[in-house]
């Protein structure tokens, strides 16, 4: 459908939009047999209403912005030139891939990241399709304020691959490391530097003060009294 112009009690869309699909039993398995092809032009969307095609997204009350082309099913889809906006300071904009929704932990993402401008209050009130329906921020985390990244990311939420650089509040960090979390610690390997960045707040360990570094690093441990380098 070209031109496509609709609008619900929450959300307002301008896109063009085509639904590929073999049957029509395939909707009754939305999010994994109907593929969607869209040019979104403009949208102002609360995304609880794709939860009236994908009940698991029901949840997801979270009102956004965003345009761009998209390309498959929920499940496995490809986003280009895709701007999204959300809460008072997120804004993002790159190419996204995404196979695994709506199980947010074990989806496997792929972003190239332009440009992406979030803080604490905005994440942690975005809204998710797990039980508890919103991510618990590490205190490190919400230590670096707003904050803005550009780079690559590949991997699940866990486990992953980042080529990025990052500024916050407590400074800049550049890097290419790979992550990985489980219930116990956070191990990483790869290559950081910092500049004039404030480790000592970041760890909740005054002592450590601000610090430039350019180092290979392999170690574990994100907390003062945990970390192993």
């Known amino acids: 459908v070209d031109q496509l112009f609709f609008r619900t009690n929450n959300s307002t869309v301008d896109i063009d939009l085509a639904f590929n699909y073999d049957h029509y039993r395939d909707f009754l398995d939305f999010i994994n ?19 009236y095609f994908a009940e698991a997204l029901m949840k997801m009350d979270n009102r956004v912005k965003a345009t ?11 986003a280009s030139e895709f701007k999204f906006s959300y809460g008072k300071a997120t804004k993002f904009y790159g190419d996204v891939k995404m196979v695994g929704l709506p199980d947010v932990r074990s989806t496997h993402s792929e972003f190239k990241i332009n440009y992406l401008y979030s803080n604490k209050k905005d994440l942690s009130t975005f ?9 618990d921020l590490p205190k490190e985390l919400i230590s670096l304020g707003d904050f803005k990244l550009e780079g690559n990311f590949a991997g699940v939420y866990n486990d992953f691959n980042s080529e990025a650089q990052l500024s916050t509040d407590l400074g ?14 956070v191990s990483y390997d790869g290559y950081l530097a910092t500049d004039m ?16 570094l350019d180092a290979e690093i392999n170690g574990r441990g994100i907390a003062a009294e945990d970390i192993d380098i």
């Open 68 to 78: 761009g082309q998209f390309r498959g099913v929920v499940s496995d889809f490809t």
């Open 33 to 51: 047999k109907v593929e969607m092809v869209a040019d979104i032009k403009s949208a102002r969307l609360d995304m609880k209403d794709i939860g």
């Open 197 to 212: 960045f404030d480790l000592g707040t970041f760890l909740n360990f005054d002592e450590l003060g601000t610090i430039n």
């Open 127 to 135: 809204a998710i399709p797990t039980e508890d329906r919103f991510i």
């Open 172 to 185: 800049n960090v550049n890097g290419n490391l790979t992550v990985r979390a489980d219930t116990v610690t």
